[in-house]
C-alpha cells in the first residue's frame, strides 16, 4: 500500500510540475468538446428546432389554400414567406430564388385548387348521403387534375426533402379530410333537423388516438431527446480520456529506455505494487478529465447559446462507468507502451488508432448511421461501448442494472489489453 | 559475490549470440570490473544479473543467491546504477530520492538521514531543490548514484558510472567507491576506460564476444602480458580492430 501510494504521489508531482501537460490533457478536449459541440449544432438543429423559409405563392386564393398556409404557418419549423420586398410573390419569381440558392424550397398553390377539393368533398358526401337516404344534393361536377407544385434546391438533403414533404401531404390530407367530414356532418345533420338532439361532431370523434411523444426513460424528469451537447460532449470527452494514452505510452517506454524499469524493478517487492499506483494515478486523471468535460457541457455551452448537457440523476453509476472507461483506456495506453519500442512509433500509433476507434465507436456521428459492415466493426471498438453505456445514463435514464454488459465488456478489453502487455513484456525478458 | 557459469543468450532475431558460455567469478566484498569491447555482452550480462533478462542456459550467483530462483532476496541486498540517468528530469534530486527511498520502505526520518548524508557527501545539498534536467552531466551521474545508495546494498552493480562526467566528478565518484568497499560494500561496475579500472579495481574480468577472455588482478595481468598498461592489456587480447 505504501508503495502505491508513494507512486500515486509521485506521478501527480510529476504531473502537476508538467504545465503544457496538464494544458493539452485538459485545454485540448475542451477546446476540441466545445467546437464539435458549434460546428455540430446546426446540422443537429436542422431536425429539430431550425425555422425553415418556405417561398408560399397562392394563386388560389381558396379556403382550402389559406387554410393550408395557416396550417403550416403553425408548424414551428416553418416560415412562409408570401411578400419579398412588399410585392406578392409569383410563382416565377419563387422558382427564380430558389434555383439561384437563395430560398430551400417554393410551394405553389395553383388556381382552382381550392375548388378541386370543395368539388371532390362534395362528391363524397352526395355518394354516401344517398346511401344513407340523406334528402337533397350538393353541387358537383367532373373531377379536374391540380397539383401543389414544389420546388427544391437541387443541394437540400434528401432526409429533409423527405419530411417537408410528408408535412405537407398531411396537412393536405388533413384539410381534405376536414372539409370532406364537415359537409357529410351538415348534411346528415340537415336530415335529422326534426330532432333536438347534440350535432354529430364527426370530426372530433375521429380523432379518438392522437399521438403523444414521450422520450428519455420512463422515470426521466426531463424530456431529452439527444442535439448537439448531449451527443457531442460525452463522446469528445470520451475522445480526450482515451488520449491519455499518450502521456501513458510515453512514460512506459521512457522509464524502459533510461534505465528507470530497470532500478524500479530492483526494488524488493512486486513490481505490481509501483504499476498499480501508477495506474491509479492515470485513472483518477482520466476521470477528472471526463467530469471536467462534463461540467463545461452542463455550465459552458449554455454561455455559448448551446443547450445544456442533462447527465441524468444515476451519479453513483455514472461514477462506475467512468471508472472503468478510464481503465480501459488506461490499460489500452499501457498495452501501447509496452507492445512499442520507441515514442516515434507509439504515440503516431496510438493516436491514430484512438481516432478510428473513435470514428467506428460513433463519436463522430452515431452508429446507427453508419453502414451495416461498420456497425458491425463498431463492437470492437472500446469508445463505441463506453458511449454507449454513458448514453444509456444520460439520455435513458439508465443505472447501473442497464449499463453492466457494456462495463463487463470494457472490463474484459482492459484485461485483454493489460495480458497482451504482460506477455509482450515477459517476451522481452526473453 | 558473483560466480557465473555458462551463461549464454542469444536474443531473438539477434544475428550472433551476446553470450556464449560465459563463465567468471568475483570475490566477496572487492571492486570488480567487467570490462570489453562494444558488443561484448557487458549490458546483457548485468541484465541478466539484474532479473530483466532471462539467460537461454547457464547460471548466476550474486552474494551466493540464484538470481533467478532467489530475486526478491537479492533485490534488498543490491543496487544497481543504470548507464543513463534513471531520473525524473522535472523533479529535483530530493523528490527523486524520497520517491525511490519510500519504495525501499525507508522509514520517513531514516530517508532524510540518508538523503542528507548522501547529498552532502556527493556535493549535491545545495541543488537539492534543483530539478535534475539543469543538473550538469558530473551532477546527474552523482545523483543517480544516490538513488541506488539510499538502502545501503550489500553489493553495488555500476554500469559506465563515470561516462560522459568532468574529470572533477569523476574523481569524487571513483573515491567514494572506494571509500564504500572500505566499509565492507563489494562493487561490480563495467566501464570503456580502462585506466580508471586500473586504478579502482582489485579483480577485473575482460570478456569479447560473449566469451571470457582473461580474468585477475589488473597488476597480475599487466605482468602475465608483459604490457605497462590494462589498455595494453585490453587490446592484445582482444585487438585493435573496431567494434560498432
Known amino acids: ?430 | 559475490m558473483l560466480q557465473i557459469q555458462q551463461l549464454e543468450k542469444t536474443y531473438k532475431n539477434a544475428a550472433e549470440p551476446s553470450l556464449q558460455g560465459l563463465s567468471l567469478q568475483f570475490s566477496d566484498k572487492s571492486i570488480a570490473g567487467l570490462l570489453g569491447p562494444n558488443g561484448a555482452g557487458k549490458t546483457t550480462t548485468i541484465s541478466i544479473l539484474c532479473g530483466l533478462v532471462k539467460a537461454d542456459a547457464g547460471n548466476a550467483m550474486l552474494l551466493g543467491m540464484d538470481v533467478e530462483k532467489e530475486r526478491e532476496a537479492i533485490k534488498s541486498r543490491i543496487g544497481v546504477v543504470p548507464q543513463s540517468i534513471a531520473l525524473y528530469p522535472t523533479l529535483t534530486a530530493m523528490e527523486n530520492l524520497q520517491y525511490i527511498g519510500r519504495l525501499y520502505g525507508l522509514s520517513t526520518a531514516l530517508l532524510k538521514e540518508r538523503i542528507n548524508h548522501y547529498l552532502q557527501l556527493f556535493g549535491l545539498e545545495k541543488s537539492a531543490h534543483k530539478a535534475i534536467r539543469y543538473y550538469s552531466g558530473g551532477m546527474k551521474r552523482r545523483a543517480n548514484i544516490i538513488a541506488s545508495l539510499l538502502h545501503e546494498p550489500e553489493l553495488l552493480i555500476l554500469d559506465e558510472p563515470t561516462a560522459g562526467v568532468d574529470v572533477q566528478s569523476r574523481n569524487m565518484i571513483l573515491q567514494f567507491l572506494a571509500s564504500y568497499n572500505k566499509l565492507g560494500h563489494g562493487i561490480i561496475y563495467t566501464s570503456h576506460l580502462l585506466e580508471e579500472a586500473q586504478q579502482l579495481c582489485d579483480e577485473i574480468a575482460i570478456i569479447d564476444h560473449g566469451r571470457l577472455v582473461v580474468q585477475g588482478k589488473p597488476t597480475e595481468l599487466m605482468q602475465e602480458q608483459q604490457a605497462q598498461s590494462l589498455e595494453q592489456v585490453f587490446l592484445q587480447l582482444t585487438g585493435s580492430s573496431l567494434r560498432d
Open chain 1, 1 to 430: 500500500m505504501r508503495k502505491i501510494l508513494a507512486t500515486f504521489l509521485n506521478e501527480s508531482r510529476l504531473f502537476a510540475k508538467d504545465l503544457p501537460g496538464i494544458a493539452l490533457l485538459f485545454l485540448m478536449p475542451l477546446a476540441l468538446t466545445v467546437l464539435m459541440a458549434l460546428i455540430q449544432d446546426a446540422p443537429f438543429r436542422e431536425y429539430q428546432d431550425i425555422r425553415f423559409e418556405i417561398l408560399w405563392v397562392d394563386e388560389d386564393g381558396g379556403k382550402m389554400a389559406k387554410q393550408l398556409g395557416a396550417e403550416l404557418d403553425s408548424i414551428p419549423q416553418f416560415v412562409l414567406i408570401r411578400k419579398l420586398n412588399n410585392q406578392l410573390l409569383t410563382a416565377a419569381k419563387a422558382q427564380e430564388l430558389v434555383q439561384k440558392g437563395d430560398f430551400k424550397l417554393a410551394v405553389i398553390v395553383p388556381r382552382g385548387v381550392s375548388a378541386e377539393v370543395a368539388n371532390s368533398a362534395n362528391q363524397v358526401a352526395n355518394e354516401l348521403g344517398a346511401k344513407m337516404g340523406a334528402p337533397g344534393k350538393l353541387p358537383q361536377r367532373e373531377s379536374r387534375e391540380v397539383a401543389l407544385e414544389i420546388y427544391f434546391d437541387p443541394v437540400i438533403k434528401q432526409a429533409m426533402k423527405l419530411s417537408i414533404l410528408n408535412a405537407l401531404e398531411k396537412q393536405v390530407t388533413k384539410i381534405q379530410a376536414e372539409i370532406i367530414l364537415a359537409r357529410l356532418e351538415n348534411r346528415l345533420d340537415e336530415q335529422a333537423s326534426d330532432s333536438a338532439g347534440p350535432g354529430l361532431r364527426l370530426q372530433e370523434k375521429l380523432q379518438a388516438v392522437r399521438i403523444k411523444e414521450i422520450s428519455g426513460g420512463e422515470n426521466s424528469p426531463a424530456r431529452l431527446t439527444t442535439n448537439s451537447v448531449q451527443h457531442n460532449v460525452p463522446a469528445w470527452a470520451l475522445f480526450g480520456l482515451f488520449f491519455i494514452i499518450i502521456p501513458i505510452a510515453g512514460n512506459f517506454i521512457r522509464e524502459r529506455e533510461d534505465g528507470s524499469l530497470m532500478r524500479i524493478k530492483m526494488i524488493p517487492g512486486s513490481y505490481y505494487s509501483i504499476l498499480l499506483g501508477k495506474l491509479g494515478f492515470y485513472i483518477v486523471l482520466g476521470m477528472l478529465q471526463f467530469f471536467v468535460m462534463l461540467a463545461a457541457g452542463a455550465l459552458v455551452m449554455p454561455i455559448l447559446g448551446l443547450d445544456s448537457l442533462q447527465i441524468g440523476n444515476a451519479f453513483g453509476s455514472l461514477f462506475l462507468a467512468v471508472l472503468v472507461i478510464a481503465a480501459t483506456a488506461t490499460a489500452y495506453g499501457v498495452l501501447i507502451g509496452s507492445i512499442f519500442q520507441t515514442p516515434n512509433q507509439a504515440l503516431p500509433f496510438g493516436a491514430i488508432s484512438i481516432v478510428i476507434l473513435s470514428a467506428i465507436g460513433g463519436v463522430w456521428v452515431p452508429v446507427e448511421i453508419l453502414p451495416a459492415g461498420l456497425q458491425q466493426l463498431a463492437n470492437l471498438s472500446p469508445l463505441h461501448w463506453a458511449l454507449d453505456a454513458i448514453n444509456e445514463l444520460f439520455l435513458r435514464s439508465g443505472s447501473i442494472m442497464t449499463v453492466w454488459k457494456q462495463l463487463i465488456i470494457l472490463l474484459l478489453f482492459a484485461l485483454l489489453f493489460f495480458m497482451i502487455a504482460g506477455m509482450t513484456e515477459s517476451r522481452r525478458r526473453r
